[in-house]
């Protein structure tokens, strides 16, 4: 699942996916609407990075990638709109089985339910992710632009 360049914003529902930047902001498609919106201010806008959010974990947290995932393989999902707390709780213990049940709340099991009714229908959702560049490539890219002055 690729998730690079998709983010959320807080105070912004929905999922964006990261065009750009320019000297006031952020340039910002939305998934669901596919306009182009500008987060104007840049020190204020919160953004995050669906790759990079973790869920609270008993033990370590849980990446959001892997939760995503394993929703992917299942065939029914409930609605966050109709289905009470107890049986949202109940499927996330099935998707997530560690999560701390005090600290992840049922309105961030319904938004992660919703991100992924957003993201299922795009071609990246049944992407290999990137890999990260490793720390030997970066170096010898360092040492090519040294020799290069």
């Known amino acids: 699942m690729n998730l690079r360049?998709?983010?959320?914003?807080?105070?912004?529902?929905?999922l964006f996916r990261l065009i750009g930047q320019n000297k006031t902001g952020f340039i910002l498609e939305?998934?669901?609407?596919?306009r182009v919106k500008i987060v104007v201010n840049i020190s204020t806008?919160?953004?995050?990075?669906?790759?990079?959010?973790?869920?609270?974990?008993?033990?370590?947290?849980?990446?959001l990638v892997d939760i995503l995932e394993k929703m992917k393989?299942?065939?029914?999902?409930?609605d966050p709109k109709k289905d009470n707390g107890d049986k949202l709780r109940?499927?996330?213990?099935e998707v997530a089985p560690s999560h701390d049940e005090e600290r992840v709340y049922t309105s961030d099991i319904k938004?992660?339910?919703?991100?992924?009714?957003?993201?299922?229908?795009?071609?990246?959702f049944?992407?290999?992710?990137?890999?990260?560049i490793e720390d030997g490539a970066e170096q010898?890219?360092?040492?090519l632009a040294e020799e290069a002055k």
Do not use: H, Y
């Open 111 to 124: 938004k992660i339910i919703n991100w992924f009714g957003v993201l299922k229908g795009f071609p990246l």
């Open 5 to 14: 360049g998709i983010v959320s914003v807080t105070g912004k529902p929905g």
């Open 30 to 34: 939305s998934l669901d609407e596919k």
């Open 90 to 93: 109940l499927f996330f213990r």
């Open 140 to 143: 010898k890219s360092e040492k």
């Open 73 to 78: 393989a299942l065939d029914a999902l409930p």
């Open 45 to 63: 806008a919160k953004m995050a990075s669906l790759e990079d959010i973790t869920i609270f974990g008993a033990d370590d947290d849980i990446k």
């Open 126 to 132: 049944d992407e290999e992710a990137p890999l990260p």
